[in-house]
Structure formats: C-alpha cells, structure tokens
C-alpha cells in the first residue's frame, strides 16, 4: 500500500499557558577576566519554578568591568503571577548573585 511507506513525524507541541509571561531584564556585573560560559553556569543552576526561558540581550565592556544584560521570562500555568510574586523572584535572584559573587546594576 502506498501509504505505509511514507515516513511518519512525530507530531510535537507544548501547551501554551492561559496566563501571560512576564519578561524581566537584569544587568549583571562580571570582572573583566571572566568568560560568559560562567555566568551561564551559574544562572542554569539557578532553580525558580517560575522560570520559562532566559537569554543574553547585551553586552557592555566598561574599563573596570562587563555587563551582561539578561531576559528572564516568567510564568505560571497555575495563575496570572502578581506583583508580589515578581518582587520575590527578584529579591531570591539577587540573593543568589550575591552567594555566587556577581553583582547586578540596580
């Protein structure tokens, strides 16, 4: 039969969540010296169950020091996140900076 010798693909899809992401931008200082490729080791192991994604936007060389700028997209499937929500996210963030010794512009 002619149709069983056409590949099948697997169909695949995510579920788009009914509740709206937030996209936060954060501006993170590194010495001069360091690579990129650690502070992206240090934001993978970063763990909040509202993260969707992140991303490197920019990237500043100052004299003294570099700034990465990052884009953190958040969400929830459960509900709309509230300001609450945002402002703990951020504060356990900069904690966890603090702990991996970077800084972040504010």
Do not use: A
Not at 42 to 48: A, E, G, K, M, T
Not at 58 to 72: P, V
């Amino acid at each position: 039969d002619m149709f069983s010798k056409i590949d099948k693909k697997k169909i695949l899809y995510t579920v788009v969540s009914k509740y709206p992401e937030v996209k936060l931008d954060y501006s993170i200082i590194m010495i001069k010296d360091d690579k990129y490729i650690k502070l992206k080791t240090i934001l993978d192991n970063y763990n909040n169950n509202l993260i969707k994604n992140y991303e490197l936007i920019d990237k500043y060389n100052s004299d003294k020091d570099i700034r990465y700028t990052i884009r953190y997209s958040l969400g929830s499937d459960e509900k709309t996140l509230e300001q609450k929500d945002l402002d703990e996210f951020r504060d356990n963030f900069i904690n966890y900076l603090k702990d991996n010794e970077l800084e972040i512009v504010q």
